[in-house]
Nanobody, 114 residues
Framework: VQLQASGGGLVQPGGSLRLSCAASGSISSINVMGWYRQTPGKQRELVATLTRRIGTNYADSVKGRFTISKDNVKNLLYLQMNSLKSEDTGVYYC?????????WGQGTLVTVSS
């Protein structure tokens, strides 16, 4: 599975962005897909996951502001980010877990700054 994230950029605090992750094949059978982010000097952290049977899960820091979703027809994973804060700044990576193997996209940079 090849993943390519896009949609990052510079946004002011309080603004919104929508990230997209395009998969090379069908995502309808992938059990878990998610978004992670990383800032300099810190480990990559979970932002949100979407599990086929369980549903969605969010980091406490983004609950109520971010929404993860996917389009099985277009093979796209999304992350809608609203009410962005400076601490949301980082490189965002999309992830797919298939048959116990983690696949990662190349990352897209989100900068929240005035």
């Amino acid at each position: 599975v090849q993943l390519q994230a896009s949609g990052g950029g510079l946004v002011q605090p309080g603004g919104s962005l929508r990230l997209s992750c395009a998969a090379s094949g069908s995502i309808s059978s992938i059990n878990v897909m998610g978004w992670y982010r990383q800032t300099p000097g810190k480990q990559r952290e979970l932002v949100a996951t979407l599990t086929r049977r369980i549903g969605t899960n969010y980091a406490d820091s983004v609950k109520g502001r971010f929404t993860i979703s996917k389009d099985n027809v277009k093979n796209l994973l999304y992350l809608q980010m609203n009410s962005l804060k400076s601490e949301d700044t980082g490189v965002y990576y999309c992830n797919a877990r298939l048959d116990g193997i983690d696949y990662w996209g190349q990352g897209t940079l989100v900068t929240v700054s005035s």
